[in-house]
């Protein structure tokens, strides 16, 4: 039983260039969240969704960034126009629901560099 | 703003019981206690949550006070590969902001010693 997948786990980019991230949840889960996290700092949410459905997109950056999770496919974290900012590792989860009692599983995350 | 409280950083001798106390003084009733763990630029790994009962599994204790304002996760046997950034997390259990963006804060450094 397969656990989170993503791809790819390491991303090089140079600026101005566009970075898509990929994830696949568990078998049986259908919520997926995508986190980020900084050099030296925690995990900070970005964006929650279901399939073909955007729940709660406050933690993105309202510029660049966008997500999606069709209903056939992985999920996907697309940025646009990148820079050195951007650099860090993106974790996705998913769960089986939204509900609190349900455990978030986490990916191996993807690591984005930006030259 | 984190809702835990966690000492920076503790070591434990490889083979011991390493205790990690969490503060959480303004809990509600209907938040679980979660513990995840980060290895060296892994992912998040999910250890054991709890809402009001002493919990147990494969790889650790978890241990809430009797007002739930405060936990202790334990694992019995650290080893090396324990080495790890261990957070407390306090999150809803019903559906909602809280319940999928949680909040890791600094959470407590683990070094396990040979």
């Known amino acids: 039983n397969a656990g989170v997948m993503q791809n790819p786990r390491h991303l090089v980019r140079r600026r101005g260039q566009e970075a898509r991230l990929r994830c696949s949840p568990m078998?049986?889960?259908?919520?997926v969240y995508w986190y980020r996290q900084l050099p030296e700092e925690g995990l900070k949410f970005m964006v929650y969704l279901q399939k073909e459905n955007i729940i709660d997109e406050s933690g993105m950056p309202k510029e660049r960034f966008s997500a999606e999770f069709p209903k056939e496919g992985p999920s996907i974290l697309r940025i646009q126009q990148v820079v050195r900012g951007d650099s860090a590792a993106y974790f996705c989860?998913?769960?089986?629901?939204?509900?609190?009692?349900?455990?978030?599983?986490f990916g191996a995350g993807s690591r984005l560099t930006v030259l | 703003d984190a809702k835990t409280t966690q000492p920076t950083s503790m070591d434990c001798a490889e083979g011991r019981a390493a205790n990690l106390p969490c503060n959480h003084s303004?809990?509600?009733?209907?938040?679980?206690v979660y513990w995840y763990r980060q290895i060296h630029s892994q992912g998040p790994q999910y250890i054991i949550h709890g809402l009001k009962n002493n919990e147990t599994n494969e790889m650790a204790s978890l241990i809430i006070t009797e007002d739930r304002k405060s936990s202790t996760l334990i694992l019995p046997h650290a080893t090396l590969r324990d080495t790890a950034v261990y957070y407390c997390i306090v999150r809803p259990s019903n559906s909602g902001a809280g319940s999928y963006q949680l909040t890791f804060g600094k959470g407590t450094k683990l070094s396990v010693i040979p």
């Open positions: 989860a998913s769960s089986p629901s939204g509900s609190g009692a349900n455990v978030l599983t």
């Open positions: 303004t809990i509600s009733g209907n938040e679980y």
């Open positions: 078998k049986g889960h259908s919520h």
